[in-house]
């Protein structure tokens, strides 16, 4: 069974606007499902836009007929309760075509409301404990809960027949296994076919077996390779610092000042770059043999509607039977 594929739209790139318009074109294009960043602010200061998601995924799933997704992180500047209200909603207006994944965020978004921002076992723990009231909210249950977030009698009655599938976002294995043990599916994000597979086996490992799992790509085309180096380092070399960094810098500014000495061609090794489209599909390729159902391509330039025409073209036909 072929994967889905799906548009993601960066809402740290493009205003709200131009992204509806953008989701739109996708469908036409071909693309099968849609997913939704959920931002405060931009990675950087190049980027420069940050809509309300949940605002935009209304507008979205109106004006087309695609599933789609967003990723969250509750316990910050989101209320668990309120995160359960908003996917409760979607789920209902659209059914069977809304999905949630659960991360435990980064301080960039979530720094604004002033609250301490933790260590990540901490940060995987309020991240657990927030995602059962999610799932008890939209089972229909009355909740009450004192722990590292507060809950008094909430309950949701506006509710869909179904519940939305919950994910859990993980980029490690060892977060990977522990989302395995809550999450309906896992969310992650493109790396080395080998890496890939250890993520996914940890993720069976921790209870994950038989679940979804669906990999957001970080790719950049263009018609010359020159032009697909200088997109993607203009655009998201922000993105490419390692371990802990990219949750715990507070700004765009930040961000800035952390990678001003990132070359363009250290954009390779956390983006794919290229601008022959057959190396792209080979590469998604790889994924489908992993046993992806979903795969979510974050086009990182701005070249979005040339993005959409060359893949619904030439990519998405070469990874369906």
């Not at 469908?27 to 935009?56: C, L, N, V, Y």
């Not at 976002?169 to 999450?183: D, H, K, M, N, S």
């Not at 077996?209 to 997109?231: D, I, S, Y």
Request: glycine share 10%.
């Amino acid at each position: 069974m072929a994967p889905r594929i799906g548009f993601h739209a960066s809402h740290e790139q493009f205003p709200p606007s131009e992204l509806l318009r953008l989701v739109r074109a996708a469908e036409a294009a071909g693309f099968d499902a849609a997913m939704s960043s959920d931002h405060f602010r931009p990675w950087g200061t190049a980027q420069g836009h940050s809509g309300f998601a949940w605002s935009w995924l209304g507008a979205a799933m109106a004006t087309t007929s695609l599933p789609m997704g967003v990723i969250s992180a509750p316990g910050y500047r989101y209320h668990p309760a309120i995160i359960a209200q908003g996917a409760a909603t979607l789920a209902e207006m659209f059914p069977g075509r809304f999905w949630l994944a659960l991360g435990s965020g980064q301080r960039l978004n979530e720094d604004i409301t002033g609250l301490a921002w933790p260590e990540k076992a901490e940060r995987n723990a309020r991240l657990r404990e927030c995602a059962e009231v999610i799932r008890a909210l939209l089972a229909g249950e009355a909740v009450t809960h004192r722990g590292r977030v507060t809950v008094v009698e909430a309950k949701l009655y506006s509710r869909p027949e179904r519940p939305p599938p919950l994910l859990g976002a993980a980029v490690t294995e060892a977060t990977a296994e522990q989302v395995g043990a809550w999450a309906d599916g896992l969310l992650t994000v493109s790396a080395a076919p080998a890496q890939m597979r250890k993520v996914i086996e940890a993720f069976r490992r921790g209870g994950g077996v038989g679940k979804r799992v669906a990999v957001q790509v970080g790719l950049n085309w263009a018609p010359t390779e020159a032009e697909a180096l200088a997109g993607a380092h203009e655009q998201w070399r922000t993105n490419v610092l390692g371990g802990e960094v990219n949750w715990q810098l507070r700004t765009p500014e930040e961000f800035d000042t952390a990678t001003r000495f990132v070359r363009p061609e250290d954009m390779r090794g956390s983006v794919w770059i290229s601008a022959d489209l057959g190396w792209h599909a080979a590469r998604l390729q790889e994924l489908v043999a992993l046993g992806v159902e979903e795969i979510q391509l974050h086009q990182i330039g701005r070249n979005q509607q040339e993005f959409i025409d060359a893949f619904g073209a030439r990519v998405l036909p070469a990874l369906r039977p």
